[in-house]
């Protein structure tokens, strides 16, 4: 069946550098993505909507200079923290839907020191 | 704009007791329901969704829900819980037209302990 799959599960990176995490639809292609945070003991926000061919849709409140995000094919959609800092430490999850079934990725633990 | 709203940040049960979490949403227009589960430091799994015809729509794991239209609730039932059902559950909306463009609004969550 249908899989979405993130990389990196787990980065640690230092405050002040960027890191990227990939969203990949394997075995279908996906013209929107939507990419979710989460604290620890939390729930999940949507932080913004990944568009394939065009620029990104940010939730309110969410800096879309900090949060860079890529959706260069049908299949990838890219999101970069520049400038980490130690809040930005989180649980970073994407979704994609195929058949009207959504599918999550297995999510990316962001650790900033 | 939808919403929703998850009464209860944490529910203790007795092994094989039943459960209910509830849940209620808000919303403009007509919504498709879900609830998800998360096990400790692990990802999101769908346990059951709601987008039309029977009210009551059976999941994995034994799990049931039920969708109330005049109470605009959507709350998940099991009737004999184990210890393996331990973890936080979401029940999330979408809007109409739930297609590749919906995104999905998360409650707040309801962490769910079983005591033996």
């Known amino acids: 069946g249908a899989v979405v799959s993130q990389h990196p599960s787990r980065v640690i990176c230092k405050s002040g550098t960027s890191v990227k995490i990939e969203c990949r639809s394997l075995?279908?292609?996906?013209?929107?993505m939507f990419w979710y945070r989460q604290f620890p003991k939390q729930s999940l926000m949507l932080m913004a909507t990944?568009?394939?061919?065009?620029?990104?849709?940010?939730e309110q409140g969410v800096e879309k200079d900090k949060f860079l995000i890529n959706h260069a094919s049908l299949t990838l959609s890219t999101l970069t923290v520049t400038s980490a800092h130690p809040e930005d430490s989180s649980f970073y999850i994407c979704?994609?839907?195929?058949?009207?079934?959504?599918?999550f990725g297995e999510g990316s633990w962001l650790t900033v020191v | 704009a939808q919403s929703v709203t998850q009464l209860d940040s944490q529910v203790p049960v007795f092994e094989e007791a039943p459960v209910e979490l509830r849940c209620n949403y808000s919303s403009s227009v007509s919504v498709y329901l879900f609830w998800y589960v998360q096990y400790p430091n692990q990802g999101l799994q769908l346990l059951l969704k709601?987008?039309?015809?029977?009210?009551l729509v059976k999941g994995i794991n034994g799990f049931e829900a039920e969708f109330n239209k005049s109470q605009t609730s959507f709350h998940l039932r099991k009737p004999s819980v184990h210890i393996s059902d331990t973890a936080e559950y979401f029940c999330?909306?979408?809007?109409?037209?739930?297609?590749?463009?919906?995104?999905?609004?998360f409650g707040s969550g309801t962490r769910l302990s079983i005591r033996p």
């Open positions: 990944s568009n394939e061919g065009s620029k990104a849709t940010y």
């Open positions: 075995d279908f292609q996906a013209t929107t």
């Open positions: 709601y987008l039309s015809g029977s009210t």
């Open positions: 979704s994609a839907n195929e058949r009207n079934t959504i599918y």
């Open positions: 999330a909306v979408s809007g109409l037209g739930y297609s590749s463009a919906s995104k999905i609004i």
